[in-house]
């Protein structure tokens, strides 16, 4: 029981704001480039509770946290309309590399602010310099999942709205098909051990922000 406390209480806040500012960074990103529909919803807003869905922030982290598992979550998709957008089909690419860019950006502060504390040691930071190690190199670890896996180009991730715009529309049509059953597609990934593909990629991003 100790462990699992632990484990979550160096996990809560890394986790809530790698999923937070993933969602921030999308309508922020959008704002900008002409569509505030996000703004308007209150959604650019580090509040948590604009953002909460209660499984995918709450119950499914706290599931995995438990059974030891790799660490994931989302929040409630941030709403976009694409033709508010200057120009939608380039645009809708960089509102969805957003995130992915702010978690890899996440991670790389995380793992600066890790290397520093560390040349410290925990002992000459008090009762709180583990447990802020532990917190730090757990924020660049789930925030390396959030972005490799939003890369996988299968909707709804990120990487298949970046691929759909980036295919001829003809293409992009026959591919777009595939939205109504991404989730389905996403978790036969994860029954078959297919996603388990995506580990030396994270094993790598790990090793290049934190070292072997």
């Known amino acids: ?53 209660l499984f995918g922030t709450i119950i499914l982290p ?7 598992g790799f660490i994931f979550g989302y929040a409630k998709p ?15 690419i960089w509102i969805s590399l957003a995130g992915i860019l702010t978690n890899l950006a996440l991670a790389a502060v995380s793992a600066m602010v890790f290397r520093m504390m560390r040349f410290l040691l925990p002992s000459s930071l008090g009762f709180i310099g583990e447990p802020l190690l532990k917190m730090l190199a757990v924020s660049v670890m789930i925030n390396i999942i959030l972005a490799v896996f939003n890369a996988i180009p299968i909707p709804p991730l990120d990487g298949s709205r970046v691929l759909a715009h980036l295919l001829p529309p003809e ?25 388990d593909l995506i580990w030396p990629i994270i094993g790598f991003f790990m090793d290049v922000f934190l070292g072997p």
């Open 62 to 68: 706290l599931v995995l946290l438990i059974s030891g």
């Open 171 to 195: 293409q992009a049509a026959v591919f777009s098909k595939l939205e109504p059953f991404g989730f389905i597609i996403i978790l036969l990934l994860f029954f078959t051990g297919v996603i």
């Open 1 to 53: 029981m100790d462990s699992i406390i632990q484990r979550i209480s160096i996990s809560v806040i890394p986790i809530l704001l790698a999923i937070i500012l993933h969602e921030v960074s999308h309508g922020w990103v959008a704002d900008r480039l002409g569509d505030s529909t996000a703004r308007y919803s209150g959604r650019i807003t580090l509040n948590p509770a604009a953002h909460i869905d």
């Open 78 to 92: 941030v709403p976009i309309n694409p033709y508010n957008l200057r120009n939608p089909r380039r645009d809708i």
